[in-house]
């Protein structure tokens, strides 16, 4: 059973462009969703999280836009560079939960120059 | 830099045999988690230590085990080793108890031939 479902699974952008990345969870329990950054050969960054309590968190270029009735989050990149050429994974738990994270299946990103 | 260090940065075994992999949380953290990445599952959460106790397990195997030690250094032992366990291994640490807020060490390359 694959409780965080995201899409698509590889992406290319044009340079300057918006990367929209999407994920979709099952668990309504769930109430922290983060969003990682992997390059290769390295280990998942964290970027930005948001919790249901807000629509929408913005931390410089990156944003996460959150519906909490259709079970859904995104991530968007705007002005995509190539150093943002990666693999994005979102994430969700429960706080206070037990059970670790629970990664969507990865979106690798390409942004072409 | 994350601040969680991870070694080895690479193993190579056989199958049937037994290793140890060992992860350095942040300073401050107390909590320590292990995952398992691989092409055909993904990010997969395995077990979390808090302070030295086990917390939560994911889908660990009982082949797998870990522990937390006073200095809150843990070390994940594989043990039976099968092609299949060839995989990524991280190790993230996070301030308290809850599942919020990881940081993910660099990542330890298991191949078992």
């Known amino acids: 059973q694959q409780q965080v479902k995201q899409s698509p699974q590889s992406l290319i952008v044009q340079k300057g462009g918006i990367s929209i990345i999407n994920c979709a969870y099952e668990?309504?329990?769930?109430?922290?969703f983060p969003w990682y950054q992997q390059f290769p050969g390295k280990g998942p960054a964290l970027l930005i999280a948001?919790?249901?309590?807000?629509s929408e968190k913005k931390e410089g270029r990156f944003t996460i836009s959150f519906n909490k009735s259709a079970k859904q989050f995104s991530l968007h990149i705007m002005d995509s560079q190539p150093g943002d050429s990666a693999t994005y994974f979102c994430?969700?738990?429960?706080?206070?939960?037990?059970?670790?994270?629970?990664f969507g299946k990865g979106t690798h990103l390409i942004i072409q120059p | 830099d994350s601040g969680v260090t991870q070694t080895p940065k690479h193993l190579i075994t056989a199958t049937g045999q037994r290793v140890t992999l060992r992860c350095s949380p942040r300073?401050?953290?107390?909590?320590v988690y292990w995952y398992q990445q691989s092409l055909d599952q993904g990010l997969q959460f395995l077990i979390q230590?808090?302070?030295?106790?086990?917390?939560a397990k994911g889908n660990i195997l009982e082949r797998f085990s870990a522990q937390q030690f006073p200095d809150l250094h843990s070390e994940l032992n594989l043990s039976s080793l099968e092609l299949g366990d060839s995989a990524l291994y991280f190790c993230?640490?996070?301030?308290?108890?809850?599942?919020?807020?990881?940081?993910f060490g660099p990542g330890t390359r298991l191949t078992v031939l």
């Open positions: 668990n309504t329990a769930f109430d922290y």
């Open positions: 994430a969700a738990s429960r706080s206070g939960g037990a059970d670790g994270l629970t």
């Open positions: 993230a640490s996070s301030v308290g108890r809850h599942t919020d807020t990881q940081y």
């Open positions: 230590y808090y302070n030295g106790e086990e917390r």
């Open positions: 948001i919790r249901p309590d807000v």
């Open positions: 300073s401050g953290d107390l909590s």
